[in-house]
């Protein structure tokens, strides 16, 4: 009988996480992944045979996806290319795999991981990240592929069917909600937003959504980008060369650059003019040296995630539900990829029933001359009723299957050819 060979199972599953629960805003910007780095790094898996993986990496956390049975490997590598070592990678990384690693997935994905509960970016970052990963790679991977769906549809299900984002307590919101709360007259007040990536319009729309005319401008390294947003929301942009100018009469400054590097410092802070500064950045485009400065009050995201508690703990009533939607979908997972790892056996013995089927049809046209149409729509029937009772017995007795599909094949291909064989 074919033997198949199953890759890209629950089994090779693997995910290796650093997040907010472990390591502090300093501590992930050393691990934070770019999209320079893509290139390098799947060329690396692939130069080692590692099997498929990918990387999201956020101002929360920086986690590699993997199907590799060697996942350190894939670790290592990863370290390789954004230049750390692998021993203090594994510090500060939490391990999971197999099922273990898909639940971790489904979490993060529902929103449940967030720093934030319930704060759905991530499944945003998650789609793009392996989208730009499989572009690279050049060929998908049906495990993933499958995976990503199941999380997408999780994500969306959560938000339909509880309260779970209700009240808004993203990273940007918070940004807003402390500036509602910590600055008076705040139509009076400039702001500045550095950054229009997707933290950054979430600022903007929040921004324009809570304050009445607010008096905001944006800059952008890719200034079309800026045009757009600007256009959108309309409000004014500048270059994005002319912001240490626009500072001098910034009352607010909101950073959410994608910088390796602190890209504002003390030297850009010399008026002595009061200025609240929200680094939205990871790792921190603000140097924490700013805050030093009397003039100065820095906030960045860690910050931000002690507020709108209030929010957080009626979102944390709505968990039980998220968890019974995240249950009920690991089990058609885990049922899908039942069916797949068992689809070669079951499609080999509804050839082997087609191929008799075929043969009985010709020996029946040899002798009568004709085929009535009905009996070959029975006969179509009858084999579906017959693959059908045996993909269900050996999808529901997985340790059976091969057992059940070799013996199958004795009785209804082996046999038959012996029979003929001493015949003739």
Sequence with gaps: MIQYSNIHQTSNFAVLSISYEKADVETRGKFAFFDDNIKNFVTRIHDENLGDAFVVSTCNRTEIYSTSPNYLLVAEEYCKTIGVNLSDFLQFAN??????????LFRVAAGLESQIIGDFEIIGQIKKAYARFKKERQNSNPFLERSINSAIQISKRIKNETGISNGAASVSYAAVHYI????????EKNILLLGVGEI????????????????IKIANRTQEKAAKISEKYNIPNIDYNDFEKELENTDILIVATGAKTP??????????KEILIIDLSIPHNVDKDVSELDNVTLIDVDDLSKQIQETIQQREKEIPKAEVIIKEMTRDFLEWEKK????????????????????????????????????????????QKITNRFAKYIIDNPLK????????????????????NEKH
């Excluded at 950054?200 to 008096?215: A, D, F, I, R, S």
Aim: no cysteine; charged share 30%; net charge positive.
């Design 95 to 104: 391990i999971a795999t197999k099922e273990e690693a898909l639940n971790h």
């Design 180 to 187: 509602l709360n910590n600055q008076k007259r705040i139509t």
């Design 200 to 215: 950054g319009q979430n600022t903007v729309e929040n921004l324009v959504k809570h304050v009445y005319q607010p008096k």
């Design 263 to 272: 890209i504002i410092n003390k030297s850009h802070l010399k008026n002595g």
């Design 340 to 383: 797949r790892k068992l689809a070669p056996n079951i499609h080999h013995f509804k050839a082997v029933l087609k191929n008799m089927e075929r043969n009985e049809m010709h020996n029946f046209y040899r002798k009568n001359k004709y085929i009535n149409i009905n009996d070959m729509e029975l006969s179509e029937k009858m084999i």
């Design 401 to 420: 299957a091969e057992e059940i599909s070799k013996l199958m094949h004795e009785i209804l291909v082996e046999q038959p050819n012996n029979e003929f």
